[in-house]
């Protein structure tokens, strides 16, 4: 009886360390966080609505020139991969649009 719970114990250690695995290599990934900060930008534009005529590029290097901008799209891509919805939306909602500038 004492082999089989160790067995189990050892099952449960090997697919924890695997998930945990996984879950690492996803995390460490700069195409997939270059993805999901895409996909942020891409809400803190829709939640902006800019006036000006710019390009894609353009507004982006002018909303991520502020160092608040940047840590708060950095906490949404967090929010993100926790897939904690308001955290996410939070944090979007946050960004200064900068429509001063």
Not at 28 to 50: F, S
Not at 76 to 84: S, T
């Amino acid at each position: 009886m004492k082999s089989a719970h160790l067995f189990c114990l050892v099952v449960c250690l090997l697919f924890a360390a695997f998930v945990h695995a996984e879950d690492a290599q996803e995390v460490d990934d700069p195409v997939k966080l270059e993805q999901m900060k895409q996909l942020v930008l891409k809400d803190v534009k829709k939640a902006c609505a800019p006036q000006r005529k710019q390009s894609n590029q353009e507004w982006e290097k002018m909303i991520m020139s502020s160092e608040a901008n940047q840590m708060l799209v950095r906490n949404a891509v967090l929010a993100m991969k926790r897939n904690n919805l308001d955290g996410y939306w939070d944090a979007v909602s946050r960004v200064d649009c900068m429509e001063d500038y």
